[in-house]
């Protein structure tokens, strides 16, 4: 049967998440945690700041428990609050700082969020839906100072002045409780409220660093568009310095890892791939850096390949989801396999199973991927514990692979319709609701299309209200686009009369995904 065995991994982490932050503090207080542009902070301070702030959080929010929403910008002010809301005794639900107006009230109301924290440009949108947050008692601004600071928000580097001397109670270490809420989009459209422990985080935290060989003597250059904790707690585990890189292109990470001796060097499958394709890459070079990693989708192999061969260092890809922590498989950070997504990380187990029997296949066979192990979710919020998971606490992913005989995983393709763009997954049915709700839009359908690195952007088909017609599509697009984040914004589109269906009523999506992509070729 193609599953690995668990071993006896046992690691011996911190009873709670931000004993990662304390241990790190307590052992090297003045390593540099973070670099960000010009400013740094050592783990010591970084530390001292967690616990100042979650002062201040017993202050603003007097009664015990509830959720603090923290905004995952690349700032060192999410480390400061992430860290912050945990230690005040809180969970920590963490929100994607794009989110337009009402996925941004959704999750924060799924959440029960008391408090937020939010850079400028999130707070704009969470203006608009505040009057629908009954339960959101406070806001505070991270991610720099703001130009305007509304009238009765507090700041992060304000906080403890507001609040001088605030100390937060002693908390107990269970950690089998729920630290943090991470939300993940559905199939049905929308984010669902993943309940991670403090267990499941510590334990991935040092899987991550283990399998990525980071230690102490470690820089890494994190090359994303937001802040996610796997990241921040792999490094706090490892006490390695991370340099957060807020340039777009490829070519400023490149030289951020040169400037500050990089090790590590984290990005998007799609910026590598672009990467991958610049002209200019053989003037480009990595002087200090001996590993690349790539995550969040499938890096293809023609760019892993070119880059392993332009920079003779190893790139490497792993595989997780919001509900394992999130990381359940690393490829060799020193030998790894263009295409596979490595093995499970220790104490992981990984099956495939037959989409229709549920019968665990052998390895080679094609199936659905089933993951367990101390990472894996306590389960879904609003829901009981396992929920989400079978009964023996496996955790079917709804993506299609197979195992190969040396334990390596091989992703193929989803079960279901939601795919990646820029490494933010994109629900059809999300657009396709705020599609709906423009006047001149009678039905809508969405669909991934290829960008040419590997990633998909939506397209969609079309059916205009009676009255209008086809030469006003641009506009009606142009008009949602509005509503929605960069990465969930409709590039290509076709008005049809009527959306097909199948002899049931059922929309067949991979048919019309077929339809858009032929009527797109036509029109070249």
């Known amino acids: 049967m193609a599953e690995a065995p668990a071993s006896g991994y046992a690691p011996a982490v ?24 010009a400013a740094s902070i050592s783990y010591g301070a970084l530390d001292e700041r967690a616990t100042a702030v979650a002062g201040a959080l017993g202050e603003l929010l007097p009664e015990p428990g509830g959720t603090v929403a923290v905004a995952s910008v690349l700032h060192p002010d999410f480390a400061v609050a992430y860290y912050a809301a945990v230690r005040s005794g809180r969970r920590v639900a963490v929100v994607n700082p794009l989110l337009r107006e009402e996925d941004l009230l959704h999750v924060l109301t799924l959440g029960g969020a008391r408090l937020a924290f939010v850079d400028a440009a999130l707070y704009e949108r969470l203006a608009a839906v505040r009057d629908r947050l009954p339960e959101l008692a406070s806001v505070v601004l991270i991610g720099g100072d703001p130009v305007v600071r509304p009238e009765g928000v507090h700041t992060l580097d304000g906080l403890a002045g507001a609040f001088p001397g605030a100390v937060s109670a002693p908390v107990p270490a269970d950690p089998d409780e729920v630290a943090c809420l991470q939300f993940t989009s559905g199939t049905t459209g929308r984010p669902k409220g993943v309940r991670l ?25 994190n090359h994303l568009p937001t802040f996610h904790p796997m990241h921040l707690n792999a490094a706090v585990r490892a006490r390695a310095t991370q340099v957060l890189c807020t340039g ?16 590590h060097l984290y990005s998007l499958p799609v910026r590598l791939a672009r990467l991958a394709a610049d002209p200019s890459l053989d003037s480009l070079g990595l002087r200090t850096v001996r590993r690349i990693a790539s995550g969040g989708s499938g890096l293809p192999v023609a760019a892993a390949a070119r880059l392993t061969e332009r920079f003779g260092i190893p790139v490497f890809q792993g595989y997780g989801l ?8 690393s490829d060799d950070a020193d030998r790894p396999v263009h295409g596979s997504v490595g ?24 199936g659905e991927v089933q993951l367990r192990g101390p990472q894996v979710m306590k389960g879904y919020a609003g829901g009981p514990d396992g929920a989400g998971l079978e009964p023996d606490g496996w955790l ?40 709906g709700r423009h006047p001149h839009v009678a039905e809508s359908v969405v669909v991934d299309l290829p960008d040419g690195f590997g990633g998909a952007v939506a397209g969609a088909l079309v059916v205009l209200a009676e009255g209008h017609g086809p030469d006003e599509l641009d506009r009606v697009l142009a008009e949602a686009n509005e509503r929605l ?40």
């Open 248 to 263: 777009p292109a490829p070519a400023d990470a490149l030289a951020a890892a040169n400037e500050h001796g990089a090790t």
């Open 485 to 524: 984040p960069y990465y969930q914004r409709v590039r290509r589109a076709q008005a049809v009369p009527a959306i097909p269906r199948s002899g049931n009523g059922k929309i067949q999506r991979r048919l019309l995904r077929e339809q858009l992509l032929a009527h797109l070729a036509a029109q070249v």
């Open 14 to 37: 911190p009873a709670r998440l931000d004993g990662l932050l304390a241990e790190a503090a307590a052992a090297a207080p003045g390593r540099t945690a973070l670099v960000c542009g």
């Open 396 to 435: 079917s992913t709804g993506d299609v692979g197979r195992v190969a005989e040396d334990g390596r995983l091989f992703l193929l393709d989803r079960l279901r319709d939601v795919f990646k763009c820029d490494n933010f997954l994109v629900a059809p049915s999300e657009v396709e609701l705020v599609l």
């Open 197 to 221: 422990t403090h267990r499941n985080l510590t334990v991935n935290a040092d899987q991550i660093a283990g399998a990525h060989r980071l230690d102490d003597a470690s820089v890494m250059v």
């Open 322 to 329: 919001a509900e394992t922590s999130p990381l359940t498989h």
């Open 343 to 366: 093995r499970p990380v220790p104490g992981t187990q990984c099956r495939v199973v037959d989409v229709e029997s549920r019968a665990v296949l052998a390895a080679g066979s094609v």
